[in-house]
């Protein structure tokens, strides 16, 4: 189900350009010793070896790089490394101060992870079969369903980037009134569910690594990870990796894969069939509320189509009733 994490945190200011070792890639920061002391304990290794950086994260907020280990039974780590920057960049032009405090908020820690390409998780996707999408699924439930009435403590309260209370700048550039009206009942009835977890809270496609087979899934960047109900990751998921057609043909089926696969892991004193029933009934509110999020941040989004406003659509009739 993923790799082990372990979470640190450490200060420091940003460092000058270093070359990376033996023709790797050149980092913008150097491995202090603080830094590395965590890492070695966290692992249990005698010394580290600081590799290739694997992507810059969002807005230029730091690095993700490969480190490479001697003495334990781990050859190589992951390591998510933040720092600030002096102007942040952003696609939809919203730096704002709402946005940094919620990214700093979000990179509290430098964070040690699991290296899932020697755990067999080398494969990545940028469009998916059947296969790899229940793969996800399958992960997700079993994850929702491991956490399952677990209090987020330590996490975000609400867990997902895009939940209403950490978004008002984008609830007032969207257009559409009538849910602007509705977004706050909207975010109550989703915290308001009876069955919660811990929600991955940024489960897109391009945050899953697979098998060679792809028949098997492991997630990585749990940035946003909090308690909530498990319709958001299902939704958001979805989304990533589906267009409008496809969404309105297959929803309901992988729906019932989901299911399944939550049905088989949770614990056998839980009612599943009056869980299934409340997140069924939360699957459009979800949706709906990941609509909202992009209409006000990227409005031209290919991710605003027909199915998504159907939806949206059956959500505001249900709130007249």
């Known amino acids: 189900m993923g790799g082990r994490v372990w979470r640190h945190a450490v200060g420091g200011k940003r460092q000058r350009n270093k070359e990376g070792e033996n023709g790797m890639k050149p980092l913008t920061w150097e491995m202090k010793q603080e830094y590395q002391d965590v890492i070695l304990q966290a692992c249990g290794a005698s010394s580290l070896r600081v590799g290739a950086k694997i992507q810059t994260l969002w807005s230029g907020y730091g690095e993700i790089v490969r480190l490479h280990l001697e003495g334990c039974n781990r050859p190589s780590v992951v390591v998510k490394h933040v720092k600030f920057p002096e102007e942040a960049e952003h696609p939809g032009g919203l730096n704002t101060d709402h946005s940094h405090r919620r990214k700093v908020r979000s990179y509290q820690m430098l964070i040690v992870l699991e290296d899932l390409d020697v755990a067999g998780y080398d494969q990545r996707r940028t469009s998916v079969k059947d296969t790899e999408i229940r793969a996800c699924l399958s992960w997700l439930a079993h994850f929702h369903a491991l956490f399952l009435g677990v209090a987020p403590e330590g996490l975000w309260p609400v867990g997902t980037y895009w939940h209403l209370e950490t978004r008002p700048d984008e609830l007032e550039a969207m ?138 659509k059956e959500v505001l009739r249900k709130l007249k009733l």
């Not at 299934?276 to 609509?291: G, I, L, N, P, S």
């Open 175 to 312: 257009d559409d009134a009538e849910l602007k009206a509705a977004a706050s009942d909207i975010d109550r009835i989703l915290n308001e569910s009876r069955f919660k977890t811990i929600v991955h809270g940024d489960a897109k496609l391009a945050n899953f690594c697979f098998s060679q087979s792809g028949q098997e899934a492991a997630a990585v960047d749990f940035q946003y990870v909090g308690g909530s109900c498990g319709m958001k990751d299902v939704v958001y998921f979805l989304g990533s990796c589906m267009a409008e057609k496809e969404c309105e043909r297959r929803t309901q089926s992988l729906l019932h894969y989901y299911f399944s696969e939550l049905k088989l892991a949770v614990k056998k004193d839980v009612d599943f069939a009056v869980l299934e029933k409340e997140w069924r009934e939360m699957f459009a509110f979800a949706w709906t509320d990941y609509h909202r999020f992009l209409l006000g941040w990227m409005p031209g989004s290919w991710k605003i189509n027909r199915y998504s406003k159907q939806l949206t």
